[in-house]
C-alpha cells in the first residue's frame, strides 16, 4: 500500500481525544461509527442509454452534440454503460466496502419533456438500482438534479424562466412518490452555482448561454426550485434527511489590501451567498443585490413568499470542494478553473482576477489545499450550527492508465483523500458534525466539457471495453472505510 506522505494540513495538536484515535491508539486516527463512507456518480456521466425506454435529450445531449463544445466531441451517449451494468457496478461498490452511494435521477428518463406524468419505465431504472443498494447494505443518497434539464424545458427559457422552478417541484413530487419508501437521505440540486454561471453565464456548460441578467436568473429560479422541491420530499418522504449540495468557494484574497479584501467579498458573494443567503438564512444580502442591480430587476425577480419558499428546512448542508478560489481586484487571471470562456461567470464582478498559485495540482489543473475544505466546513457551521455537514463531493482528477501488470496506481490520488479527509477529522474534533464523506467519483465518467479526457474515479474504466478496474486509492478508501480511520499522518 502506498504511504501517504507529509501532509503540510497536520496539526494533530488541535485534535480533541474524541475523535483522535481508538482507545488502543492503533496508529489511525477514527472517524464516528456511523459516518457514511460513500462515493458519488450522476447520471448524465455514467448512465449512457440516451435514446432509451422513453428518454429524451436533455441540455447535455444536445450541448455535447454541437460541434466544438466538448472536448474532442465526446458525449454521454454511451458514458461507462451503467444503466445495463448497475448490479456490477454495486457489487463492485459492496466489495470495496462502500457504506453509501450518491448518485442522480435523470430528469428527462423520468419525466421526458419536464411536463405531465412519469414515465415508469424511467422511474424502474431507479428503484431496481435502488434495491440492488439496499440489498447490499449501501445507503442511497438521491440527488435530484445534477444538470440535466430536459431540453423542452430549455427551449421553454430553462432555468432564467420562473416556470422551470415550479417543473422542478413537480418532478421532485413524483420522483418522491416513486422512491421515498426506500431513498430516505435526498439531495435537491448539485452546484446550482454551475448550473447558472457555467451554463447561462460563461457559457462553458449548457446550455451555454451568455448573459449576466439570465444567469442571475437562474440562480434565483434554482434557489425557489430548490425551495419547492424540498417541501414536496417532506411531504411525501417519511424519516426525510434533506440536503443540497453546493460547491462553495473558498475565497481567499491574493494579498492584504482593501482592494483584494473587496474583491473577494464581490466572489463570496455571488460564488457562495447567492445560495447560502436564501437557503440557510432567507435572504439576499444587500451587497450582492447591490453589486449585480445593473444586470438584473431584483424587485421585479423576487416575488412575495420566494424567500419563504427558498428557506426550506434542511437536515443537512453537503458541501463539494476541490479546490480554492485566489482573487484580486486586478488582472490578469492566471487560473482557469471555471473553464475558459470570453463571457465571464462572475456577473457584475467580471474584473476580479483569479490566481494559481505555485504548487501541487491536479490534472485538471486545480490547486490542491486540504485548508480549503476545513475553511469552508467551519464557515458553512458558523453560519448554521445546527445544521450538520455532508461532503457531497472531493476528489482529484490523475492521470491515471494500466500498468503492465494491469493495476492502476494513483498514490497521489491516495495523498489527496488522506490529507483531506484529515482536514473532516480535524473539523470533527473541534465540534463540527460532519455526517459522511463522498469520493468522486465511484468510477471515471463523462467529465462535462472535459469529455473522457479526466479521470476522477476511484474505478478505472476502459471506456471502449467498458472494462472495471480498482486503482489503488479504492483499495485504500476500502481500508479507511473498514476501520473507519485513516492512518495517523506523519509527523
Ligand atoms: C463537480 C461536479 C461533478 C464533477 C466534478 C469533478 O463540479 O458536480 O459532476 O464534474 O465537479
Not at 45 to 64: K, L, Y
Not at 171 to 188: C, H, N, Q, S
Not at 463 to 476: H, I, L, M, V
Amino acid at each position: 500500500m502506498t504511504s501517504v506522505g507529509a501532509s503540510p494540513f497536520l496539526r494533530p495538536s488541535g485534535l480533541s481525544t474524541a475523535t483522535r484515535s481508538s482507545p488502543a491508539d492503533d496508529g489511525r486516527l477514527h472517524f464516528p461509527p456511523d459516518f457514511l463512507w460513500g462515493a458519488a456518480t450522476s447520471a448524465y456521466q455514467i448512465e449512457g442509454a440516451a435514446d432509451e425506454d422513453g428518454r429524451t435529450p436533455s441540455i447535455w445531449d444536445t450541448f455535447s452534440a454541437t460541434p466544438g463544445r466538448v472536448h474532442h466531441g465526446d458525449t454521454g451517449a454511451i458514458a461507462v454503460d451503467h444503466y445495463h451494468r448497475f448490479r456490477d457496478d454495486v457489487t463492485l461498490m459492496r466489495d470495496l466496502g462502500l457504506t453509501a452511494y450518491r448518485f442522480s435521477v435523470s430528469w428527462p428518463r423520468v419525466q421526458p419533456t419536464g411536463h405531465g406524468p412519469a414515465v415508469e419505465r424511467g422511474l424502474d431504472f431507479y428503484r431496481q438500482l435502488v434495491d440492488t443498494l439496499l440489498e447490499a447494505g449501501i445507503t442511497p443518497v438521491a440527488t435530484l438534479y445534477h444538470w440535466d434539464l430536459p431540453q423542452e424545458l430549455e427551449d421553454a427559457g430553462g432555468w432564467p424562466a420562473r416556470d422551470t422552478a415550479e417543473r422542478f417541484g413537480a418532478y421532485a413530487a413524483l420522483v418522491a412518490e416513486a422512491l421515498g419508501d426506500r431513498v430516505k437521505r435526498w439531495t435537491t440540486l448539485n452546484e446550482p452555482w454551475c448550473s447558472a454561471f457555467l451554463g447561462y453565464g460563461s457559457g462553458v456548460h449548457a446550455p451555454g448561454r451568455t448573459d449576466p441578467g439570465d444567469a442571475l436568473r437562474a440562480a434565483h429560479h434554482l434557489n425557489l426550485g430548490h425551495g419547492h422541491a424540498a417541501a414536496a420530499l417532506r411531504a411525501t418522504v417519511r424519516d426525510l434527511h434533506l440536503s443540497v449540495s453546493l460547491n462553495l468557494h473558498q475565497v481567499i484574497p491574493l494579498t492584504d489590501s482593501a482592494a483584494d479584501a473587496e474583491a473577494a467579498r464581490r466572489i463570496d458573494a455571488v460564488g457562495n451567498r447567492i445560495f447560502l443567503g436564501p437557503m440557510l438564512h432567507g435572504r439576499y444580502d444587500e451587497d450582492l443585490l447591490r453589486d449585480t442591480a445593473h444586470l438584473v430587476d431584483w424587485d421585479r425577480l423576487i416575488h412575495s413568499g420566494d424567500a419563504a419558499t427558498a428557506h426550506a428546512p434542511l437536515d443537512a448542508v453537503g458541501i463539494n470542494y476541490y479546490t480554492p478560489a485566489w482573487v484580486s481586484a486586478d488582472g490578469p487571471s492566471s487560473s482557469a478553473v471555471h473553464g475558459t470562456s470570453s463571457a465571464s461567470p462572475w456577473p457584475g464582478s467580471e474584473s476580479v482576477a483569479f490566481h494559481q498559485p505555485a504548487g501541487p495540482t491536479s490534472t485538471m489543473g486545480w490547486p490542491i489545499n486540504a485548508d480549503g475544505l476545513f475553511g469552508l466546513l467551519s464557515r458553512v457551521h458558523e453560519e448554521r450550527p445546527d445544521l450538520p455537514l455532508l461532503i457531497t463531493e472531493n476528489g482529484m482528477a490523475c492521470e491515471d492508465y494500466p500498468n503492465p501488470e494491469g493495476e492502476v496506481r494513483d498514490p497521489e490520488r491516495i495523498a489527496y483523500l488522506h490529507d483531506h479527509l484529515a482536514a473532516v477529522h480535524r473539523a470533527l474534533s473541534e465540534g463540527i458534525d460532519v455526517h459522511g464523506y463522498f469520493q468522486w467519483s465511484f468510477m471515471d465518467n463523462f467529465e462535462w466539457a472535459y469529455g473522457y479526457a479526466k479521470r476522477f474515479g476511484m474505478v478505472y474504466v476502459d471506456f471502449a471495453t467498458q472494462r472495471r478496474t480498482p486503482k489503488s486509492s479504492a483499495y485504500w478508501y476500502a481500508e479507511v472505510a473498514r476501520h473507519g480511520a485513516i492512518p495517523r499522518p506523519e509527523q
